[in-house]
C-alpha cells in the first residue's frame, strides 16, 4: 500500500517570499511519478509540477521547483516570489497507471 | 477538447436513493480513475480502469460501482445512497505513456446525502 503524508496542515507566506511544502511517502512501486496538485477555491485540481522517481534531477517550471529525496522518500515543493494567486490547497501525490494516492493537503496562504 | 466532464456538478440525495455521476472524456485516454475528496483526508482513488471493459477497484470501493462500456465514458454508480457518501467526487483521466502519467481531472460533484 503507499501511503503519502503532508505534515503542514496550513502554512503561510507574504507576497514575494519563498515558501516550502512538505511531503513525504511511502511505496513498494519501483517505478512511479510523484505530483503536486493546486486546488484554488473553484475546487478544479491544477497540476503545479511533476517528477518521475527515476530521474535524479529536480523538476522545476518557472516559479515552482521540487527537492527530491529519493532515499528519504521526500518531495518537497518550493514556490519562489509567492503571489497572491497562489493561496490555495495544495496535494502531494503519488503513483502511476491511473492509480494515484494523495497526501492531506496543506492550505497555503499568500498575504500582501 | 472540452477535457474531462461531469455531470451533475452538484446533488442532494436521501438515503437508500440510486443515483449516477456521469464522467466523459474526449481526449481518447486510456486510464480513468474516480475519487472522493473529504475533508482533512485528501483524496481517495475509489475506482479506475486501464481501459474499455476493464474495471478495479481502488482504497475505498464499497458502496460504489463502476463500469467502461467506452473509452470516453466512465460513470459511477452510487446503488443505495448513504450519509457517509457526502462528499465531493472527482474523475480524471490520463494516458498510460507519456507526459508522466498526469492525470486530468474534472470540475468535480459535491454530493449531499441526507
Known amino acids: 500500500a503507499q501511503t503519502v503524508t503532508q505534515s503542514q496542515p496550513e502554512m503561510s507566506v507574504q507576497e514575494a517570499e519563498t515558501v516550502t511544502l512538505s511531503c513525504t511517502y511511502d511505496t513498494s512501486e519501483s517505478n512511479y511519478y510523484l505530483f503536486w496538485y493546486k486546488q484554488p477555491p473553484s475546487r478544479q485540481m491544477i497540476l503545479v509540477i511533476r517528477?518521475?522517481?527515476?530521474?535524479?534531477q529536480n523538476a522545476t517550471e518557472n516559479r515552482f521547483s521540487v527537492n527530491f529525496q529519493k532515499a528519504a522518500k521526500s518531495f518537497s515543493l518550493k514556490i519562489s516570489d509567492s503571489q497572491l494567486g497562489d493561496t490555495a490547497m495544495y496535494f502531494c501525490?503519488?503513483?502511476?497507471?491511473?492509480?494515484?494516492?494523495f497526501g492531506q493537503g496543506t492550505i497555503l496562504t499568500v498575504h500582501p | 477538447n472540452a477535457g474531462v466532464t461531469q455531470t451533475p456538478k452538484f446533488q442532494v440525495l436521501k438515503t437508500g436513493q440510486s443515483m449516477t455521476l456521469q464522467c466523459a472524456q474526449d481526449m481518447n485516454h486510456e486510464y480513468m480513475s474516480w475519487y472522493r475528496q473529504d475533508p482533512g483526508m485528501g483524496l481517495r482513488l475509489i475506482h479506475y480502469?486501464?481501459?474499455?471493459?476493464?474495471?478495479d477497484q481502488g482504497e475505498v470501493p464499497n458502496g460504489y460501482n463502476v463500469s467502461r462500456s467506452t473509452t470516453e465514458d466512465f460513470p459511477l454508480r452510487l446503488l443505495s445512497a448513504a450519509p457517509s457518501q457526502t462528499s465531493v467526487y472527482f474523475c480524471a483521466s490520463s494516458l498510460p505513456q507519456g507526459a508522466y502519467n498526469e492525470q486530468f481531472f474534472g470540475p468535480g460533484t459535491r454530493l449531499t446525502v441526507l
Open positions: 517528477q518521475e522517481a527515476y530521474k535524479q
Open positions: 480502469s486501464v481501459g474499455a471493459g476493464i474495471t
Open positions: 501525490a503519488s503513483g502511476r497507471r491511473g492509480k494515484l494516492t
